[in-house]
């Protein structure tokens, strides 16, 4: 099997932690591939381990045992500082409730990645202006994000995410602050997205829709596995 | 750049806590740049009363004549010397003097005095000495055979205007020096001991009286500044040449004075640690608790790639910023309060003596140091105690902050 095809792969992946002085496996050995260019979506009930193992993947939190690798690097060999620009140059973020920073405006906000970056201001402009296209917020570079509404907020984030082309975009509950209309236009624009810029999406979530317009649907029980389902 | 452009626009989002950390920044550094202003305002004030009231701020002697008092210890070539230190940028005016001791007597009454030959002229655009005139008249036109009396000597004396005065001493050629003088007027110096046994002749009748015929025991300088007056001394030493002369600034010839000045001014330093420590706390406190509201945001922006050093830069860009702003504003009220208490100063309701002189009424003074100790230490206080915060928020777990469900 060619390791490239993969984004992520795990392998025995476990993780504990404790909660009110009491032990919990919340990832009992995990093991994954997500491929490139995938549209997957990890659901699974409150405590089955999605948003661990989101961390995890994400290099924002350190398992206990076993091994991950994004994008053929092994990320237990990075430094902090090489993890903070690993995650910076390949993995977008988008979360439940937004994250956006609250004193910089929309154009800000998405081009604060590409900022820390380094990249041009010729060239920030560019992928700023097209990318606000893509997510529908035209003409709406100035505003703060308090002036946002949530739907419009998520876009924000969303374009945050994806602006600096990253192979991996991980969103942890993105629709569960928005009703269904508004999560039903994001969720078609992302699975858009994901056919035009070929960026791997993968969802935890408890969101049907979610679930419905994944191609792939990881079910977690209990820190492990339970079913994994790819549909045609 | 973003960084600074989060940490400028941060510091207006939480106002209230801007506000109260500005001002306590703000009431640090007044404070700091008055009582530095305040304490080299009466200092210099109690300095300039001590030297231009009589010493100068510089001195020229016959070698050891500070410490060994002689009547044979004399200058010869003064008036040479006078020419060359008005040539000297930084010096103001220059006064030559005779010194001896004597006995002077008025009817039955006698007393021992320090006699002292004064170029009237000459001591009066140093010393302003005719001010010092409580009663009687400085000396006249010619001056000749008059004296002035210290208050405390004519006291002594049981003296009249215009009583005479017999007085004795020993000349400089070994005869004993004897003549009759007319008392002209007293002198109040605000200096009790000196008054106490002071007799003033003009210069020419004392050289005559002593016999040290254009001879002088003292030059005393006053120089244009007060923080010069080292600089100016050694100057003069190079000028004159003359190596068995001694050119002594106020530091040395008044060393009790000078130590006792520099102990005081060690109060100075104290008052300033105290206003370090209370902004150092006001800083750590607000900065503290705006780090603790915030790990949400420093989570995300650990999450999505700013290195941990960043989050530092920008705690502490915030703690700069709001610094700075408190300095230039703390500057515009310590500017104001100083200038307006160097001019019109306080008036103590009960006067005080220092070194044998009675002072009224304190000055501030507005000097550069005033502001630039207070900025620099105002500025690396909060900045140091920024740190801690700032390594707080650069440590925070993005895992527990954000919290993903």
């Known amino acids: ?232 | 750049m973003i960084i600074l452009k989060i940490a400028f626009r941060n510091i207006f989002r939480q106002k209230r806590r801007t506000v109260f950390t500005s001002i306590t920044i703000l009431i640090g550094f007044s404070l700091a740049a008055f009582s530095i202003g305040w304490a080299d305002g009466s200092y210099n004030n109690i300095i300039n009363m001590f030297t231009r009231n009589w010493l100068g701020h510089i001195q020229i002697h016959y070698d050891d004549y500070l410490d060994n008092p002689s009547l044979y210890k004399t200058i010869e070539n003064y008036k040479q010397i006078g020419k060359k230190l008005e040539n000297i940028k930084g010096v103001e005016v220059w006064t030559p003097r005779v010194f001896s001791g004597g006995l002077a007597s008025a009817g039955n009454k006698s007393s021992g005095v320090q006699i002292i030959g004064i170029e009237p002229n000459m001591e009066n655009n140093t010393t302003k000495f005719s001010k010092k005139i409580i009663k009687g008249n400085f000396f006249s036109s010619n001056g000749s055979k008059e004296i002035l009396l210290g208050k405390g000597a004519a006291k002594a004396l049981n003296i009249k205007l215009s009583d005479q005065v017999v007085l004795i001493s020993q000349a400089a050629d070994g005869s004993i020096a004897n003549d009759l003088f007319k008392f002209v007027g007293i002198v109040n110096t605000d200096n009790d001991l000196y008054d106490r046994s002071s007799l003033y002749l003009t210069l020419k009748d004392a050289q005559e009286f002593l016999v040290l015929e254009g001879k002088i025991h003292e030059i005393a300088i006053v120089t244009k500044k007060l923080n010069n007056v080292r600089n100016i001394a050694k100057i003069i030493s190079k000028e004159i040449t003359n190596k068995d002369l001694d050119v002594a600034p106020w530091q040395i010839f008044a060393k009790s004075f000078y130590r006792a000045m520099k102990a005081d001014k060690g109060g100075m330093w104290i008052s300033l640690f105290v206003i370090t420590l209370v902004v150092a706390v006001g800083v750590l406190n607000t900065v503290l608790m705006s780090v603790l509201e915030r790990t949400r945001e420093f989570g995300v922006l650990k999450a999505i790639g700013t290195r941990p050093k960043q989050i530092i830069k920008l705690i502490l860009y915030e703690i700069n910023i709001i610094t700075l702003i408190s300095i230039v504003f703390g500057s515009i009220i310590a500017l104001l309060a100083n200038y307006y208490l160097s001019i019109h100063g306080i008036h103590l309701s009960q006067s005080f003596t220092y070194g044998g002189m009675k002072f009224s009424e304190m000055l501030t003074e507005i000097n550069a140091r005033s502001f630039y100790i207070p900025a620099i230490t105002v500025f690396f206080t909060a900045s140091f105690v920024g740190i801690f915060p700032a390594i707080k928020a650069a440590k925070t777990n993005p895992v527990k902050s954000l919290r993903f469900h």
Do not use: C
């Open chain 1, 1 to 232: 099997m060619n390791q490239n095809e993969f984004v992520i792969i795990t392998d025995s992946l476990k993780k504990n932690y404790k909660e009110n002085g009491i032990e919990v496996k919340a990832v009992r050995g995990v093991n994954l591939k997500i491929k490139k260019r995938e549209f997957s979506a990890i659901v699974g009930p409150s405590g089955s381990g999605k948003t661990t193992l989101l961390n995890l993947i994400s290099g924002l939190d350190i398992p206990d045992d076993g091994k991950i690798w994004l994008n053929n690097k092994l990320l237990s060999e990075m430094s902090g500082k090489e993890l903070s620009d690993f995650r910076r140059d390949h993995i977008g973020f988008i979360f439940q409730a937004y994250n956006l920073i609250p004193v910089l405006t929309v154009k800000e906000n998405i081009e604060y990645i590409m900022l820390l970056q380094g990249v041009e201001k010729k060239e920030r402009h560019k992928k700023v202006l097209n990318i606000l296209r893509e997510v529908g917020l035209e003409g709406m570079e100035t505003r703060v994000p308090t002036k946002l509404s949530g739907g419009q907020q998520q876009r924000v984030a969303i374009a945050r995410a994806m602006v600096s082309n990253p192979s991996l975009i991980l969103a942890d509950e993105p629709t569960a602050n928005l009703d269904s209309k508004t999560s039903g236009e994001l969720l078609n624009m992302m699975r858009r997205l994901n056919e035009t810029t070929g960026m791997t999406f993968l969802f935890s979530t408890h969101d049907k829709m979610i679930m419905e317009k994944a191609r792939r649907v990881i079910t977690l029980k209990d820190g492990l596995i339970e079913k994994d389902e790819i549909k045609d």
